[in-house]
T-cell receptor, first 115, second 111 residues
Framework: KAGVTQTPRYLIKTRGQQVTLSCSPISGHRSVSWYQQTPGQGLQFLFEYFSETQRNKGNFPGRFSGRQFSNSRSEMNVSTLELGDSALYLC??????????????FGNGTRLTVT | TQLLEQSPQFLSIQEGENLTVYCNSSSVFSSLQWYRQEPGEGPVLLVTVVTGGEVKKLKRLTFQFGDARKDSSLHITAAQPGDTGLYLCAGRGGGADGLTFGKGTHLIIQP
């Protein structure tokens, strides 16, 4: 079974630009969650999508948005990039997501650098 | 405010030694998971504990969930270089949406 695939692996953007990151979950998984990982704050929850609906949202500004398609693939968008947005963005899929104790299966992340 | 505090933040020990990593919170979690992350990769689940006082063993790794479901520990016996990595605890519930992660313990096992 293929794992969670995130593209691209690396991205360099300039302040003020916007960026879109992509995540393909494990086949059959309907929940996709996004996390931001930085050395200072660790992993922080961005949002979770389940069957194309945003089910939960973390404490991030509205510049961070996402969506999920009917095939469960998900995209995350960050607009008006700031230097502080530089981070590893991790996507995780699970069968049930925030319901129950389903483990999260993480991709290897997209490393975003904002200059 | 970090809901889950992990300690120590960094730990470097010799192969064969034992170690314990702690994950503490003032909040109650319905379940707690431990993940290990290696450089350039995403975290990988090691274990999920759901019952207060629960103890789970995975080869040389022993995980314990506190009776009040506010804390957990990971004990590694006879550590090996392959145990090197970032160990993360993550709690579900605690008044927050999604999975709440601690900042992790960077573990280095020197041969």
């Amino acid at each position: 079974k293929a794992g969670v695939t995130q593209t691209p692996r690396y991205l360099i953007k300039t302040r003020g630009q916007q960026v879109t990151l992509s995540c393909s979950p494990i086949s059959g998984h309907r929940s996709v969650s996004w996390y931001q990982q930085t050395p200072g704050q660790g992993l922080q929850f961005l949002f979770e999508y389940f069957s194309e609906t945003q089910r939960n949202k973390g404490n991030f500004p509205g510049r961070f948005s996402g969506r999920q398609f009917s095939n469960s693939r998900s995209e995350m968008n960050v607009s008006t990039l700031e230097l502080g947005d530089s981070a590893l963005y991790l996507c995780a899929s699970s069968p049930a997501g925030d319901r129950g104790n389903s483990p999260l299966h993480f991709g290897n992340g997209t490393r975003l650098t904002v200059t | 405010t970090q809901l889950l505090e992990q300690s120590p933040q960094f730990l470097s020990i010799q192969e064969g030694e034992n170690l314990t990593v702690y994950c503490n919170s003032s909040s109650v979690f319905s379940s707690l998971q431990w993940y290990r992350q290696e450089p350039g990769e995403g975290p990988v689940l090691l274990v999920t504990v759901v019952t207060g006082g629960e103890v789970k063993k995975l080869k040389r790794l022993t995980f314990q969930f506190g009776d009040a479901r506010k804390d957990s520990s990971l004990h590694i016996t006879a550590a090996q270089p392959g145990d090197t990595g970032l160990y993360l605890c993550a709690g579900r519930g605690g008044g927050a949406d999604g999975l709440t992660f601690g900042k992790g313990t960077h573990l280095i096992i020197q041969p």
